[in-house]
């Protein structure tokens, strides 16, 4: 529905260029940089309109691209943390077979600070996956 709304409403815009160029087709001059030039104004009208469009298409097919991009890196940490979890049920799932309660653990991104020191001891080791 709203993709339909989206062509009507592109559509009319089209049809108002369209009716605004051929309303005025009288020359006018246009003054480039390195020189200047005589165009029918219906031409400089229909120009900048496909200009326009041509840049806002650019920009918003590269915006579409980064944010494919973006979903399947999510989709693929999503993925890895979807395993982790099930390993770590699987082992909860182990402990509690065998009866033996694990002791709970905080996992976090920070450094392990001993109490006994007051500088901080770095965890060198790799997170399992």
């Known amino acids: 529905m709203k993709l339909q709304w989206l062509l009507l409403i592109g559509l009319i815009f089209a049809v108002i260029i369209a009716v605004f160029a051929v309303v005025n087709v009288e020359d006018v001059p246009v003054n480039y940089v390195f020189g200047e030039a005589?165009?029918?104004?219906?031409?400089?009208?229909?120009?900048?309109?496909?200009?326009?469009?041509?840049?806002?298409?650019?920009?918003?097919?590269?915006?579409?691209?980064?944010?494919?991009?973006?979903?399947?890196?999510?989709?693929?940490?999503?993925?890895?943390k979807e395993t982790l979890i099930a390993t770590q049920q699987n082992e909860i799932g182990a402990y509690q077979k065998v009866g033996i309660q694990p002791e709970p653990q905080i996992v976090t991104n920070e450094p392990v600070v001993d109490d006994l020191r007051e500088e901080p001891i770095v965890d060198t080791r790799k997170d399992e996956i």
């Open 38 to 80: 005589e165009w029918p104004l219906i031409l400089v009208i229909l120009a900048s309109a496909l200009l326009g469009f041509l840049l806002s298409s650019v920009l918003a097919i590269m915006r579409n691209y980064q944010l494919q991009r973006k979903i399947k890196a999510l989709q693929k940490e999503v993925a890895v």
